[in-house]
């Protein structure tokens, strides 16, 4: 008699002793995504509580940035910010490692070539020198002559991403750090992080010495001298700070303006003594949670090309005036971001506003007195 075989194990029976394995692999997976992401996150943050609804939100909106000149356009990359000297030339730094100037003439001028992609803040001195911040390099002067480093280390340490700067008529530069821990090229992880890296310094050129002002300030960017230059402004995260150089509050800081709409970036001093701050959109409406989130943080962080999404600088411009006294007087846009976007500074000079941006090819020039 022949022995009976065992029947095949039918398909049914397969696919349940599949389901356990699978369910392992895809546990295994999600838990080596998330040690990943927890675990080994280049960031440790803390929560930001962005700033609620202010007067400026109150100002009407306009969209006058919509109707800027473009200056320079298809020869400027990325001017980050502007100055202009006593003989009236205007200088920009641009993401080519460029110093380029525009003549009185209307002409442009490949000036001082620096090299990188890491030229941020840019003033003049009482001498007619050109200052300007570089992310890598640190606190440099430029003249007819060449380049030179003024500051590169502060207490021995090297200065990393010097953001802005301002020069005072006693020869003292000031100028920010806008955070220890991250690069120019990912700084979007120092905003989710959301921790004081950032430091206010003053080079002294008298004793060819660097030192520190404020320390543990978050994300520090513009800096500018009050008319009298009795105080400095510097701008963090959310708001701007004002530090004391002279009288009974010397070397005591306030606050000078919070509860901007959006996030304060480069300052520079108006001729009647208000300020002009270029404003930057830190959330996207309805994603204001991520940055009340430790998780989604860490995950973003994971996927740098998803803080886009949280700080969506692309998408439109603002700049505001603000008075002596910290209250907004006016408030220009590009809502949309139709002509300018991710306007990182705004110097105000015979009558107009130049715009300098992360985004563009070109300086925006908006007449002030039509506005």
């Known amino acids: 008699m022949t022995p009976s075989s065992n029947p095949p194990p039918t398909t049914g029976s397969s696919s349940k002793r599949c389901v356990p394995v699978c369910s392992g692999i895809v546990l295994s997976c ?63 730094a641009t993401r080519d490692g460029w110093i380029k100037r525009l003549h009185k003439n209307g002409t442009w001028e490949n000036w001082k070539l620096i090299g990188g992609d890491t030229l ?27 380049v030179t480093v003024l500051a590169s280390h502060v207490n021995g340490s ?77 701008c963090e995260t959310i708001k701007c700070l004002k530090y004391w150089l002279k009288g009974e509050s010397k070397e005591q800081t306030e606050i000078f303006v919070e509860n901007l709409p959006g996030g304060p970036d480069n300052i520079k001093l108006a001729p009647d003594g208000s300020f002009w701050i270029a404003i930057l959109q830190l959330s996207s409406p309805g994603l204001e949670f991520v940055h009340t989130s430790k998780a989604t943080k860490h995950l973003l962080a994971a996927f740098p090309k998803l803080i886009k999404l949280v700080a969506p600088l692309h998408k439109k411009a603002a700049v505001v005036n603000v008075a002596a006294n910290g209250i907004v007087i006016r408030k220009f846009e590009d809502p949309n971001g139709k002509v300018m976007s991710f306007v990182t500074s705004a110097l105000e000079f015979d009558d107009h506003l130049y715009l300098g941006s992360l985004n563009t090819n070109f300086i925006g020039k908006l007449p002030l007195k039509a506005t």
């Open 120 to 146: 941020l803040g840019i003033t003049t001195t009482q001498e007619n020198e050109i200052l300007v911040c570089d992310a890598d390099k640190g606190l440099l002067k430029v003249t007819e002559e060449g």
């Open 158 to 234: 090297r200065i990393n991403l010097a953001d802005d700067l301002i020069a005072a008529t006693d020869g003292s530069i000031y100028f920010s750090v806008a955070s220890t821990k991250f690069g120019l090229h990912n700084w979007g992880l120092d905003l989710l992080e959301a921790k004081p890296h950032g430091k206010l310094l003053k080079y002294d050129p008298s004793l060819n010495e660097t030192s520190i002002l404020l320390d543990s300030l978050f994300f520090a960017n513009g800096v500018a001298l009050s008319k009298d230059e009795d105080y400095l402004v510097v």
């Open 30 to 92: 999600l838990l080596a995504f998330t040690l990943q992401i927890f675990f080994f996150s280049p960031i440790s943050p803390d929560l930001l509580l962005l700033p609620p609804a202010s007067s400026a939100s109150l100002i009407p909106t306009t969209s006058d940035i919509q109707s800027v000149t473009r200056l320079g356009e298809g020869i400027l990359n990325g001017p980050e910010d502007v100055c202009v000297d006593r003989n009236g030339v205007l200088y920009t």
